[in-house]
């Protein structure tokens, strides 16, 4: 964690320093020489607790859906994740918890997106026990649209440090840079969980084991995973 920690703190401060400098300049040509090292930053970021990954593979993991729609759900995740994460900046900045614990946190769509997961998680057990189990085609876009819900930790520092300095447009488009590394992060995760997935099913059937049964204990699982992150989240 020590390690995570500093990491943290070194994109914290390297973008902070970026931005500093644009808002001293102005110069859209040095800017967007770094908007890579956005994009690395977050990819990083990513990779630190949160952002959605657990919701991501439990789903996958769970689901029958093919790679190239699984992708669809990280990258509906990613956007989310930091769009609303601009949104709130924009719209609401007085509303943002800036304390040091708490910074960069936005609690109202915080239990807004974990109750929706738990309300997701309870219809996929249901489905599961009644052996109704049906995907609809928009489903995994709506899993990575509500967990996107909980706005990017990072991307609220650097938008409320760029309205800070009067520099809102270098803020978003450093967003933008970062929103891309995180979608980058997701798509792996959610091709690691599809791979996983294919990978156990092959084996169990290669054993006589049900796939209507596996299907079904795969959804059920996932369905209490939701329930158990959203509650969890919520009573905290």
Request: charged share 10%.
């Amino acid at each position: 964690m020590d390690a995570l920690a500093s990491l943290q703190r070194w994109i914290y401060s390297a973008i902070g320093g970026e931005l500093n400098v644009f808002a001293a300049d102005r110069d859209w040509l040095a800017l967007a020489a770094v908007l890579p090292l956005g994009i690395a930053f977050g990819a990083i970021h990513a990779l630190t607790p949160g952002h959605g990954k657990t919701v991501l593979a439990s789903y996958l993991a769970g689901s029958p859906l093919a790679i190239w729609r699984g992708l669809t759900t990280a990258a509906t995740l990613a956007l989310t994740h930091v769009a609303s994460a601009v949104v709130l900046a924009l719209l609401a900045a007085p509303l943002i918890s800036r304390s040091l614990v708490g910074a960069g946190r936005a609690p109202l769509l915080e239990d807004v997106s974990r109750g929706l997961l738990a309300a997701v998680g309870a219809w996929l057990v249901f489905q599961a026990l009644r052996g109704t189990r049906r995907h609809s085609p928009n489903e995994g876009w709506l899993v990575g649209l509500f967990a996107g819900l909980v706005p990017c930790p990072l991307t609220l520092f650097v938008m409320l440090y760029a309205l800070g300095r009067g520099i809102a447009e270098a803020g978003v488009t450093f967003a933008a840079a970062m929103m891309l590394g995180v979608s980058a992060t997701l798509a792996v995760v959610a091709t690691l969980a599809i791979l996983a997935r294919e990978r156990l099913v092959k084996a169990l059937a290669a054993r006589g084991a049900s796939l209507d049964r596996l299907a079904r204990g795969l959804t059920a699982a996932t369905g209490i995973i939701f329930v158990g992150l959203g509650l969890r989240e919520l009573l905290t």
